[in-house]
């Protein structure tokens, strides 16, 4: 009996190497279906952020094999997605791109949301010669650490609010601007800061106040009081929705009047919805817009996107679910022009990405970053009670003026 | 020196009124946890994220079209039975136990709050209208939100409700016999185990109100209860348990010394200097205590 059962379990092990062995090395590309894979955050504090993002990816997805697939070497091939949640968690997601890579052998990335968790993730990729596509890092340090293997198609950090400074230069009559900023104590507002210190340097300007949020505070009263009591000429807030939202609060509530003020994260915080009026002529870095003039043959122009995007997912798409889902293009685009599935030419031909999507041109530099793309502004616009973003700038694209200076409080209803 | 406050003497006024308008919110949310940390000796690690928890219902309140000011009568209501239950789920199994026990068991729940607001009301953050208006003092150079003083005066008034309910009602009395000496309150007649949960409860309830508070004064999220919790562990230390003036006085001088901090050290020191703070009291009680040679239990 004994030996029976040893014999079994014997059996039963042999069987499950074998299988284990033959899914991991067709894993890349099961039959018809091309296998990426992405950690991504569908629990903990980026999930909203987290479903965005996979809403993009399957959206992409859906409509890249609904009209005839990637095409490689004569065969028509479909993609799919193997989805882990890493829970909000860098560690978590440095685990599952290794569980990724080695347990379910998938040979291409698509990115996780956050530059933290990007971070995170980059070095296991970069170990195991994944080539990775991601939508939703945007932290410079990620392009200076000379990965070879990671492509981003949005704009890097630093450059988000770097056009506002230019812009508030430009209303002054192009004299150097006094700037009163506030940045969360974390990676990517950090790296925004550092843009605003170049376009500072550049047009002469001064910094008066520059303080840094503890990533625990919910209260700027402070900060904003400084901002009341010296004057500036713009006002630049980035902490992620909370800061965004904290901001505008506290604006309104303290009756801060000045001239200019420019945020990040206005979209995903759903300023104009949450705040109403009190965020009217907020101006906002964007990675994307719906009313840009981009096209692709895929999901046609932006507003096109946005309209497809509604339809199947209910709500109106933020630009992080646009980004992601540019990124498929971006491997669709790669594989088909490597013309294989040997990963070292896939990244290859990531690398001379040269193309236009619904998102934006797509090349990237060195460093993988995507330099083709230049950072949109937008500013909130109220007309009765509905508070809408308009892109102000650059004025390519800008559908509206852009508003300058902020009426005082006092004169706003 | 060349610093902002002390050439502008409103910015003074506007840094003390901000500081204590938010310390008094602060000194509620203490006197809860020092109430039942001196009845039951629990250290409550989750009382933050009770206090973000009741912030979400009057959120929901709003969401729904109430005004979410309501939320200072519905949240405690409904927070004192989540208290309740909660003491008769996991808190009565270690309010004997070590002091460790305790905290490892309020630090699960604080998790498992947490995961729970995310999951029924998403990660985004979040934050209720009251459209309060503002209040302009020094013409229009000192400004203070409606709402903060709202919250103040609302903080004082359930405060002072507490303290007379403590005084004089049966409940009350049962209770600050039980923190007294919970084995003669037991001898003598009271149930200790209700009065346990009815402060775990009325702990709760504090934490409701404060909520509701937060929810119209700044912002909620799902995993921002923690900070309250720091906040309020560290005033309780300062004042001493069971003793509400110091709980008060403590809270608005820690509220006042955020202020003055972020202007003098930088925003970036603010929390840093609190807890420098604390390091500093803590050293300089134990100072004192070994000098006076009490003995302490």
């Known amino acids: 009996m004994n030996k029976l059962v040893k014999l079994f379990t014997i059996f039963i092990s042999a069987i499950s190497l074998t299988l284990a062995s033959i899914s991991s090395s067709f894993a890349k590309v099961e039959g018809e279906y091309i296998v990426l894979g992405s950690a991504i955050s569908l629990t903990g504090k980026y999930s909203s952020n987290g479903v965005h993002t996979q809403n993009g990816y399957n959206m992409a997805v859906e409509r890249i094999n609904k009209m005839g697939g990637v095409n490689v070497g004569g065969k028509s091939y479909k993609f799919e997605i193997i989805y882990y949640d890493d829970e909000s968690n860098p560690k978590r997601a440095a685990q599952l791109a290794e569980r990724l890579i080695k347990q379910d052998g998938v040979h ?95 047009t002469g300007s001064e910094i008066i106040i520059d303080d ?37 609060r506290q604006i309104a509530e303290m009756k801060v009047d000045v001239p200019m003020l420019a945020m990040t994260h206005c979209d995903a915080a759903k300023l104009s919805k949450q705040h109403g009026k009190k965020s009217e002529y907020a101006l906002c870095a964007s990675q994307w817009h719906k009313n840009l003039s981009y096209k692709d043959k895929f999901f046609g122009s932006g507003k096109k996107y946005d309209k497809d995007f509604k339809k199947e997912f209910g709500y109106a798409p933020p630009y992080q679910s646009a980004e ?75 559908s509206d003026k852009f508003y300058h200076p902020i009426p005082k409080w006092s004169e706003r209803s | 020196m060349d610093f902002l406050i002390f050439k502008a003497p409103m910015l003074m006024v506007q840094a003390s009124l901000d500081g204590i308008l938010l310390g008094i919110l602060f000194a509620l949310i203490a006197y809860g946890m020092a109430l039942q940390w001196g009845v039951m000796n629990i250290i409550n690690i989750a009382q933050g994220d009770l206090v973000i928890l009741g912030g979400y219902i009057a959120y929901t309140m709003y969401l729904a079209g109430i005004h979410p000011a309501w939320g200072v009568i519905v949240s405690p209501i ?41 999951f029924i009301f998403g990660a985004d953050v979040v934050v209720a209208q009251s459209e309060y208006g503002t209040t302009m003092l020094f013409d229009n150079s000192v400004t203070l939100p409606n709402s903060k003083i709202f919250s103040a005066f609302i903080s004082v008034l359930y405060a002072i409700a507490l303290v007379v309910y403590m005084k004089k009602s049966r409940l009350g009395r049962a209770i600050r016999a039980t923190a007294q000496n919970a084995r003669a309150a037991k001898i003598l007649g009271v149930d200790t185990e209700k009065v346990y949960a009815a402060t775990f409860g009325i702990n709760a309830a504090l934490c409701g109100i404060a909520g509701a508070l937060i929810s119209i004064t700044l912002t909620l999220h799902p995993y921002v ?73």
């Not at chain 2, 208290?83 to 905290?103: Q, T």
């Open chain 1, 212 to 248: 840094k949020l503890p990533k625990e505070l919910n209260d700027m009263a402070a900060t904003l009081a400084k901002v009341k009591a010296t004057k500036p000429d713009v006002l630049v807030v980035s902490g992620h929705t909370k800061g965004a939202l904290t901001a505008i």
């Open chain 2, 78 to 118: 409904i927070m004192y039975f989540v208290g309740w239950a909660l003491y008769k789920l996991v808190i009565n199994k270690v309010v004997d136990r070590d002091l460790f026990i305790s905290i490892l068991a309020t630090f699960g729940i604080a998790i498992v709050f947490q995961q729970l607001m995310n």
């Open chain 1, 324 to 398: 992601s889902s540019a990124a498929l293009l971006v491997f669709k685009d790669a594989f088909e022009r490597a013309n294989s599935f040997d990963r070292d030419k896939v990244r290859d031909a990531l690398k001379t990405t040269e193309m236009q999507t619904f998102y934006g041109n797509i090349k990237f530099g060195p460093g993988g970053q995507n330099t083709a793309k230049p950072m949109i502004l937008f500013q909130v616009r109220c007309k009765g009670d509905v508070c809408e973003n308009k892109v102000v700038a650059p004025t390519k694209w800008a």
């Open chain 1, 108 to 202: 291409y990335m698509l990115g996780p949301y956050s530059s933290g968790l990007t971070k995170a993730i980059a070095p296991v990729t970069e170990k195991y010669k994944i080539p990775m596509v991601e939508a939703n890092g945007a932290s410079r340090s990620l392009f200076t650490k000379g990965y070879k293997y990671l492509f981003a198609v949005l704009s890097p950090a630093n450059q988000y609010l770097e056009v506002a400074i230019d812009l508030a230069v430009e209303k002054n009559g192009g004299k150097p601007v006094r700037i009163a900023q506030a940045f969360e104590q974390d990676a990517f507002s950090q790296d925004v800061r550092l843009g605003i210190l170049d376009a500072a340097k550049r």
């Open chain 2, 225 to 297: 209860g923690l900070p309250y919790t720091v906040r309020s562990f560290m005033i309780v230390i300062v004042a001493g348990l069971g003793n509400l003036p110091a709980v008060a006085i403590s809270g608005m001088g820690l509220g006042l010394f955020e202020e003055f901090a972020d202007y003098i050290l930088g925003t970036e020191f603010r929390i840093g200097a609190v807890f420098m703070l604390l390091v500093f009291i803590l050293v300089y009680r134990r100072f004192k205590l070994s000098k006076k040679r009490e003995y302490l239990k």
